[in-house]
Each structure stands twice: as structure tokens, then as C-alpha cells.
């Protein structure tokens, strides 16, 4: 499983989300930084994820949603991504607003940086409890 695949469906999935519960909120100061998660904040989603057996087969279901959405990219499918998109979205309501939340900020994340690969070696932690 591509997990930065997914994650970057799942930020793209609840971006109307943060993008409504952002409403009213003063804009970020000119040349501040974006702020991604921290390991506690991944930590304690995985957590309450791991916890509850129907949040990790609806994390799992999200997961199969990624793979779906990964060959629909190799074909170029974008009516597909969308419908995608959406079950993607439907399901993360489904996980809580500290998930939804959380896949917002992951989009800040440099996977390929120090923090960003050990933010995703939780969410792999999380993986490895799907059924393959």
C-alpha cells in the first residue's frame, strides 16, 4: 500500500472540511509558516484509530479507496478521483474530526524529510493492522 498516496487522497478528501471549519478564522501572518502535525498529534489519532475496531476497518476501507484512486491516476481517470475523493471524504467523517483534522495538516508534510518519515512510519503501524 501507497501511503503517501494515500494520505494525499485523504488531504485532498477533507480539504472542504478544514476549508469550512477554517471559516471566520483570521489569515495566517505573512511570511509564517505552515504548521504540520506533530508525532504526538499522529500518535494519538493512530491510537484511537487502532482502539476501536470499527474506525480501523473504515481507516482500512480508506486504504483499498487509495489503491483504487492510484490506478485511476496511472489512467488519467479524473471523473473516477473525484468519486474517489468523495467515499474517501464520507469515511474520514466517519473516523472523527481529530482524523479529518489531522489528513488537513498532513498535507504540510514534506514526506520525504526527517519528520515526515517518521509521521509516516505510524501511519504504517496503522497499515500493518489491515487485513491485506
Do not use: H, R, W
Not at 504540520?36 to 498529534?41: H, I, L, Q, Y
Not at 484511537?48 to 484512486?69: S, V
Amino acid at each position: 500500500m501507497n501511503l503517501k498516496l494515500i494520505i494525499a487522497i485523504a488531504a485532498i478528501a477533507v480539504m472542504p472540511v478544514v476549508a469550512q471549519a477554517q471559516k471566520g478564522a483570521p489569515p495566517p501572518a505573512k511570511g509564517a509558516a505552515a504548521k504540520g502535525p506533530t508525532k504526538a498529534d499522529v500518535q494519538k489519532v493512530v491510537n484511537q484509530i487502532k482502539g476501536d475496531k470499527a474506525k480501523l476497518d473504515t481507516y482500512c476501507q480508506i486504504g483499498k479507496l487509495g489503491e483504487q484512486a492510484q490506478a485511476a491516476a496511472e489512467k488519467k481517470d479524473q471523473k473516477k478521483m473525484a468519486d474517489l475523493n468523495k467515499q474517501a471524504d464520507a469515511l474520514g467523517q466517519k473516523i472523527g474530526p481529530d482524523y479529518v483534522k489531522l489528513m488537513g495538516s498532513m498535507e504540510e508534510v514534506d514526506p520525504e524529510s526527517k519528520d515526515g518519515k517518521e509521521l509516516i512510519a505510524l501511519f504504517d503501524s496503522l497499515d500493518a493492522s489491515c487485513p491485506k
